[in-house]
């Protein structure tokens, strides 16, 4: 065999391994018991909010696997809420069902206040860092963005249809959503004025904005998913999807925008690298108990250092991910 065929099976053996599938956490333990309808992680992997089955809301230390807060929303006798967000600094957090949302105090667990919407049921909802700034993505097409404090309201029409997916920059000024329209937006929430469109050739499911505001994410139903540069607008990249890849149901930025992680309704966690959209490494979490076939989607993924990934999903499982070096 020629040296060179040496380096080709080299190399293709290391592209394999790099983005491998592996299904085996350092670490796992149970934060609900019989599965979770949603479940979020803040974006240093530190707190988990879940909303169980049978146990309501709960917000739990991470590095501890210690409970902090059980929450009720709304008082209600069952569970509704599929909506968690942990806001950027770890200060506030949002629940939400269909038609209502309560925004809580993570340093003291008491609720700032109860909303309800009179008007076409949630699809998605955001919170500044502040804790004053909601956006709320709505089934009829419009986007709602509130200021708790002031009591503003501001109503979004950019968009023609359904809304899937909404991201609220950390002050609160800037919005990005996606919807049935085929198109993302990139918008300022004080005047409504559309920034930048992202389009796209089927429908806009999943939207991100990096935490200090210099990229974008949109993807749609086929397996077109990009970075964008803001504010210019420009891509960076493109993910390397494969014929496996499934529709997201969680992305989020690391490290200073230096990666992207993703997850999927079938198990599947991914790290990206943004500059070039090569996958670095996939994960499966593990599947919620007797479901056949096994099944679980990853509702959240976070960074805990440079050589590991948290995950939340379905299962109720918290796991804990090592990072091939």
């Given at each position: 065999?020629?040296?060179?065929?040496?380096?080709v099976i080299f190399s293709f053996?290391?592209?394999?391994?790099?983005?491998?599938?592996?299904?085996?956490?350092?670490?796992?333990?149970?934060?609900?018991?019989?599965?979770?309808?949603?479940?979020?992680?803040?974006?240093?992997?530190?707190?988990?909010l879940v909303s169980s089955v049978?146990?309501?809301?709960?917000?739990?230390?991470?590095?501890?696997?210690?409970?902090?807060?059980?929450?009720?929303?709304?008082?209600?006798?069952?569970?509704?809420?599929?909506?968690?967000?942990?806001?950027?600094?770890?200060?506030?957090?949002?629940?939400?069902?269909?038609?209502?949302?309560?925004?809580?105090?993570?340093?003291?667990?008491?609720?700032?206040?109860?909303?309800?919407?009179?008007?076409?049921?949630?699809?998605?909802?955001?919170?500044?860092?502040?804790?004053?700034?909601?956006?709320?993505?709505?089934?009829?097409?419009?986007?709602?963005?509130?200021?708790?404090?002031?009591?503003?309201?501001?109503?979004?029409?950019?968009?023609?249809?359904?809304?899937?997916?909404?991201?609220?920059?950390?002050?609160?000024?800037?919005?990005?959503?996606?919807?049935?329209?085929?198109?993302?937006?990139?918008?300022?929430?004080?005047?409504?004025?559309?920034?930048?469109?992202?389009?796209?050739?089927?429908?806009?499911?999943?939207?991100?904005?990096?935490?200090?505001?210099?990229?974008?994410?949109?993807?749609?139903?086929?397996?077109?998913?990009?970075?964008?540069?803001?504010?210019?607008?420009?891509?960076?990249?493109?993910?390397?999807?494969?014929?496996?890849?499934?529709?997201?149901?969680?992305?989020?930025?690391?490290?200073?925008?230096?990666?992207?992680?993703?997850?999927?309704?079938?198990?599947?966690?991914?790290?990206?690298?943004?500059?070039?959209?090569?996958?670095?490494?996939?994960?499966?979490?593990?599947?919620?108990?007797?479901?056949?076939?096994?099944?679980?989607?990853?509702?959240?993924?976070?960074?805990?250092?440079?050589?590991?990934?948290?995950?939340?999903?379905?299962?109720?499982?918290?796991?804990?991910?090592?990072?091939?070096?």
């Open positions: 065999m020629t040296l060179f065929k040496l380096l053996s290391i592209l394999v391994t790099a983005c491998s599938d592996d299904s085996t956490p350092s670490v796992s333990w149970q934060q609900a018991t019989d599965g979770a309808y949603a479940a979020t992680l803040s974006t240093d992997g530190s707190l988990s049978h146990h309501g809301l709960s917000l739990w230390d991470v590095k501890q696997q210690r409970q902090l807060f059980q929450w009720d929303h709304q008082n209600q006798a069952n569970n509704q809420v599929f909506l968690v967000k942990i806001a950027e600094g770890n200060r506030y957090a949002i629940s939400a069902s269909r038609d209502d949302f309560v925004v809580w105090d993570i340093s003291n667990g008491q609720a700032l206040g109860y909303w309800t919407l009179g008007e076409s049921s949630i699809r998605d909802i955001a919170l500044s860092e502040n804790g004053q700034q909601v956006l709320i993505g709505l089934s009829e097409g419009k986007v709602i963005h509130l200021d708790l404090m002031s009591g503003r309201r501001l109503e979004f029409l950019g968009h023609t249809e359904k809304v899937n997916a909404v991201a609220l920059s950390a002050n609160g000024r800037y919005a990005l959503t996606g919807g049935n329209d085929y198109q993302a937006l990139f918008w300022d929430t004080q005047s409504a004025q559309v920034i930048l469109r992202f389009p796209h050739q089927g429908r806009v499911t999943m939207v991100a904005l990096e935490s200090n505001g210099q990229y974008a994410f949109t993807a749609d139903t086929g397996k077109l998913a990009r970075i964008w540069a803001i504010p210019s607008g420009e891509q960076v990249s493109q993910l390397k999807l494969t014929a496996r890849q499934n529709i997201f149901t969680y992305v989020n930025f690391a490290k200073q925008g230096e990666w992207l992680i993703t997850g999927s309704a079938a198990r599947k966690l991914s790290l990206w690298h943004v500059k070039t959209g090569q996958a670095l490494q996939h994960w499966l979490v593990t599947p919620k108990q007797k479901t056949r076939p096994k099944s679980a989607v990853v509702y959240a993924g976070a960074m805990l250092d440079n050589d590991q990934l948290v995950s939340a999903s379905s299962s109720g499982l918290i796991e804990v991910w090592n990072i091939k070096n």
